[in-house]
């Protein structure tokens, strides 16, 4: 399996970015599609955004298209996530979730279809 360390959150003003960095164990990250996904207290675990195993893909839930960047880089074992112009609402815990099974390649948007996931890391926007 892989293991996978999120961190880069924290709290910022409306209209801020942070950059989300996931690193993963092994040598085998190329192997794996990544994606991240979100949860609020009270609220279901959202998908945000993925990313194929070489890179050459990536999709976004529509509430963070033009905003946010997912991206990666297989030779630092690490998967990023720039979120730019946050918003209040999207407050909650990021955690990112590795697929090993490569027929789908990313373009999975629920959290069953990820075998191995973060601890998350708190992103709070504040207005």
């Known amino acids: 399996q892989v293991q996978l360390a999120e961190s880069g959150g924290g709290s910022v003003q409306a209209g801020g970015s942070l950059r989300l960095s996931c690193a993963a164990s092994?040598?085998?990250?190329?192997?794996?599609?990544m994606a991240w996904f979100r949860q609020a207290p009270g609220k279901e675990r959202e998908f945000v955004a993925s990313?194929?195993?070489?890179?050459?893909?990536?999709y976004y839930a529509d509430s963070v298209k033009g905003r946010f960047t997912i991206s990666r880089d297989n030779a630092k074992n690490t998967v990023y996530l720039q979120m730019n112009n946050l918003k209040p609402e999207e407050t909650a815990v990021y955690s990112c979730?590795?697929?090993?099974?490569?027929?789908?390649?990313?373009?999975?948007?629920?959290?069953?279809?990820?075998?191995?996931w973060g601890q998350g890391t708190q992103v709070t926007v504040s207005s």
């Open positions: 990313i194929s195993r070489s890179g050459s893909n990536t």
């Open positions: 092994g040598r085998t990250f190329s192997t794996y599609a």
């Open positions: 979730a590795a697929d090993r099974d490569p027929f789908f390649d990313g373009t999975k948007r629920y959290s069953g279809a990820y075998n191995y």
